[in-house]
């Protein structure tokens, strides 16, 4: 039977199952009268093909068994990983082991193992415990990282690198143009806009001499 391996849905399988794994795969790409069930298959065909048929339904069928095996498994190992954050700081050793666990099975850390990891990083620890602790929070950092960019992704209009837009250049401001004069209205001359300056009146003493 399949065995179910990690987190995303891998499975193992044995040396038989891939043999029957390799006849499914050969018969659907190049299908035979006896593998399809047709009425005009020889008679010499009819106990092969039926074994043949039996042992693709069985296979399927543990595959189907391994992939619902696989789901209580993520669900049993998350529980577990779970109980042990939610027991921190005295479960510290147990938890990091499932942690570790968890990411070779291809788990993504969430945001509440990153704030586990790092109040675990700032209790007082040796010299070695304190680089693996360290060492483990940048390995999640970085995982959780790639998996929101990921998520942004496939979102539409997501940016693959996630870095901001960048802000568009800003425009010259336009010079003032001239007022253009209002249809039906004479243009001034210049001696209108700049009427000739009158000469001082001369004092009233200078007029009696």
Known sequence: ?????????GMAFS???LRVLRRALAAALQPTPH????????????AEGAQEVQEYLRLAGAVDEAAR???????FLLADLARYRAAL???ASGYLGQLQEALAAGYDPGPADLAALRALCARRQGPVES??????????ESLA???VRARLCALPGGRATGEPEAEPA??????????????GRPVPTPGEVFPPRRKPAPPPAARSA
């Open 89 to 91: 700081p005295g479960s």
């Open 131 to 140: 680089a693996r602790r360290t060492a483990l929070l940048r390995r999640c």
């Open 145 to 147: 990282e790639r998996s």
């Open 1 to 9: 039977m399949p065995m179910p391996y990690g987190f995303r849905g």
């Open 69 to 75: 095996e696989g789901g209580r498994l993520r669900a």
């Open 170 to 183: 800003s425009r010259p401001a336009p010079s003032p143009q001239p007022k253009a004069p209002r249809p």
């Open 15 to 17: 040396a038989d199952e």
């Open 35 to 46: 593998t399809t069930g047709a009425q005009d298959a020889p008679a010499g065909y009819d």
